[in-house]
């Protein structure tokens, strides 16, 4: 199951903010997308999410042109979003049976794929809690739940860190790893560089709305001449400009 981006151009409206991108993520990998504030990493995300309507270019999901197919598109994927999401009027519990009902599966089967993740970011306790009496972490943890207990081909996850604790981050990093490993593919954008270098297979660094470098640390060594840099090494150099010995 294999994510593709052909030649993507666009924005808001008559602005395009994203210019000519193509990349690929495929199964058992994890591709960072990098970039600084502005550099467009979430207008692509909302573009491959089909929010928002390219001016030209074409995105896949295992064939399925999201021209031609939204709904079989989406249903290949998932997506959690930098900040979290959630209904008041509804409780955990309740978040979790309407997430099942958008992909089809049954109250059984989701609540017997979200209980362990519940009780991994220990809210297996809250199943009746609505979210108005939660913090924004536990809120994004609702939100963690309930894209993993989907178990789509292809994960999309925006700035997954923010106001997360310890816990939350390493369970958050654990579980990237383990559907990884189980063959899906995970599109993440984030800003900790050193946790992308990590646990990412891949980068597509963006700079100004256009694609500046792609590949593993090793091939952006090489690409930029810094033999024994860090990715933060190679990021500087290629947004900023900076020369490195």
């Known amino acids: ?11 808001y409206g008559k602005k395009a903010v994203i210019h000519d991108i193509s990349f690929e993520c495929k199964p058992n990998e994890v591709v960072g997308l990098i970039g600084l504030n502005g550099a467009g990493k979430s207008t692509t995300i909302k573009h491959l999410l089909g929010l928002l309507t390219p001016q030209q270019g074409e995105m896949s999901i ?3 042109d999201i021209k031609e197919d939204i709904e079989s598109y989406r249903r290949n994927l998932t997506y959690i979003p ?4 959630l209904y008041d009027e509804l409780t955990l519990e ?3 049976y309407m997430t099942a009902m958008a992909y089809g599966i049954d109250k059984k089967t989701a609540l017997e794929r979200a209980m362990p993740l519940l009780k991994r970011l220990r809210l ?14 536990m809120k994004q943890k609702v939100m963690i739940v309930c894209a993993f207990l989907v178990e789509p081909a292809q994960y999309i996850i925006d700035e997954p860190f923010l106001g ?10 654990d579980l990237i790893v383990e559907r990884r490993n189980n063959g899906a593919s995970v599109l993440m954008s984030t800003h900790i560089l050193a946790t992308a270098e990590r646990y990412c297979d891949r980068f597509i660094i963006l700079d100004k709305g256009k694609l500046v470098a792609m590949g593993n640390l090793d091939e952006l060594r090489m690409k930029t001449g810094l033999e024994s840099a860090t990715l933060d ?13």
């Open 62 to 64: 295992n064939d399925v």
């Open 233 to 245: 090494d190679i990021y500087i150099h290629l947004t900023q400009g900076e020369q490195y010995e």
């Open 94 to 96: 309740e978040h979790i």
């Open 124 to 137: 297996d306790n809250e199943l009746k809690v609505f979210p108005i009496h939660f913090s924004k972490g």
């Open 82 to 85: 930098e900040s979290p999401v």
């Open 1 to 11: 199951m294999t994510i593709k981006v052909n030649n993507l151009t666009g924005g």
């Open 164 to 173: 997360l604790d310890p816990l939350g981050i390493q369970t958050m990093l």
